[in-house]
């Protein structure tokens, strides 16, 4: 069944019910441009099932790949990290000198130790 056009729901509230909820999270980050050979490392801002916000020193432009993985603490999910492909999307202002990245994942798995 099709709503009222004038419901009072807009854009904006389904925007933000259907956006994943984020969780801030500052965990070691390492990342790269896809293919690169040398890593760079940070610290997550905030994850989501969607994608992560991280700190950056190293500048990374809108619209590439990166691979990028996660360490997670041992309470969440016991030893791991979060194994990830993504495309930066947009980035944020974080003081001092530091760049923040958003990446929306294109695929991710979670690699655990062995033993773990």
């Known amino acids: 069944m099709e709503e009222p056009a004038n419901s009072g729901r807009s854009a904006e509230a389904k925007a933000l019910r259907d956006r994943k ?35 950056s020193d190293a500048p990374l432009p809108v619209g590439i790949d990166i691979e990028l993985e996660i360490a997670l603490h041992r309470v969440w999910v016991g030893r791991g990290i979060i194994s990830a492909t993504a ?30």
């Open 21 to 55: 909820t984020r969780f801030a999270v500052d965990r070691p980050i390492r990342y790269r441009p896809v293919d690169a050979p040398e890593w760079n490392t940070g610290s997550t801002a905030n994850i989501s099932g969607t994608g992560v916000l991280f700190r």
């Open 87 to 116: 495309r930066t999307v947009r980035l944020h202002e974080f003081a001092p000198m530091a760049q923040g990245v958003a990446a929306q994942f294109i695929s991710s798995r979670l690699l655990q130790p062995e033993g773990a």
